[in-house]
């Protein structure tokens, strides 16, 4: 049997030895079960369920989407889940090879996909000048990328989308909850305005702003508030001695002095920028739990990155 084929294979035998023809369901337990692919989607579902729901993250901080396995106690918790949120995205590779088929096996779990109706930005390719051409940044946005970029939790839009899903969702399962679930998805739909009157204003002024991250996890959030996000990292690829050049260059050419990074991902090139550069790296994490004050942040950074 090919490496390739042996995780799912024993994803799926985990699933057959801990199936639970009996299981309980949130009207005997008071409890909805609900299970999310990263830590930003329990966020989401905590605000609008309260202590109705018990929640369950499929893939932990820092693991890589592409590599990580279930673990069987992760597989016992989703075999029993009433609810899974997912974020739809099809180069989303866990979802793609654990999460997709074994929803496909079992109908009787409720579905909501952060992606629903939004349009798909895509990964940039390498850029040998660090510049985009006028109009090439909308072009990118419709498809001529290679992959679609799977950070759509980033947008406080689309989180705003989501919200009304998950509490249709959530009602559907316990409607004894249903009211408390439409007064939490209010209020919850209030912070995200407040958060967006938040970054807007941190922002201000800041229209076509230019930052650089390593890894291109920024993209929905830069084109929600009119920024332009250059990765250091092109098509997932690690960065030659060519690539690091070039980056220099631009972030001279752009005045740019601070390159945010996320923790797992390899970002020597980043620092080696940043010194050439006179810079600094900061560390900001897209798939922090706390959605709302990782998206503060990151907006506050943004601003001090501009002066």
């Not at 830069?222 to 260059?249: C, N, S, W």
């Not at 090139?269 to 994490?285: H, K, Q, T, W, Y």
Request: charged share 30%.
């Amino acid at each position: 049997m090919s490496r390739n084929l042996l995780g799912p294979c024993l994803f799926l035998v985990v699933v057959l030895l801990t199936a639970s023809p009996a299981g309980l369901c949130a009207a005997e337990t008071g409890v909805v079960r609900v299970a999310v692919t990263v830590p930003p989607l329990a966020f989401f579902v905590e605000r609008i369920g309260g202590d109705r729901v018990a929640l369950q993250v499929m893939l932990p901080p820092y693991a890589s989407h592409e590599t990580y396995e279930p673990t069987p106690r992760q597989v016992m918790a989703l075999e029993k889940s009433d609810l899974y949120v997912k974020v739809g995205v099809p180069s989303f590779a866990f979802e793609k090879k654990y999460i997709d088929p074994f929803l496909g096996r079992h109908g009787n779990i409720r579905v909501v996909n952060l992606s629903e109706g939004v349009p798909l930005r895509f990964m940039e390719p390498h850029h040998h000048e660090g510049e985009k051409h006028e109009g090439e940044q909308e072009e990118e946005a419709h498809g001529h990328g290679k992959e679609p970029d799977p950070h759509v939790w980033l947008s406080p839009a689309v989180a705003r989308a989501a919200a009304g899903r998950i509490c249709r969702a959530l009602s559907g399962i316990d409607p004894a909850g249903a009211e408390s679930y439409r007064r939490n998805r209010d209020r919850f739909l209030g912070e995200i305005d407040d958060l967006d009157r938040e970054i807007r204003d941190a922002l201000r002024g800041e229209k076509g702003m230019s930052f650089l991250v390593y890894h291109p996890a920024w993209g929905y959030f830069a084109d929600e508030y009119g920024l332009v996000q250059h990765a250091i990292e092109a098509e997932g690829k690690t960065p030659d001695i060519a690539r690091i050049r070039e980056m220099i260059d631009f972030a001279r050419a752009k005045g740019i002095r601070i390159i945010f990074v996320q923790k797992g991902f390899d970002t020597k090139s980043a620092g080696l920028i940043a010194r050439e550069i006179g810079g600094e790296v900061v560390e900001m994490d897209p798939l922090d739990e706390n959605w709302m004050e990782s998206l503060k942040r990151f907006s506050r950074a943004l601003r001090k990155a501009a002066r």
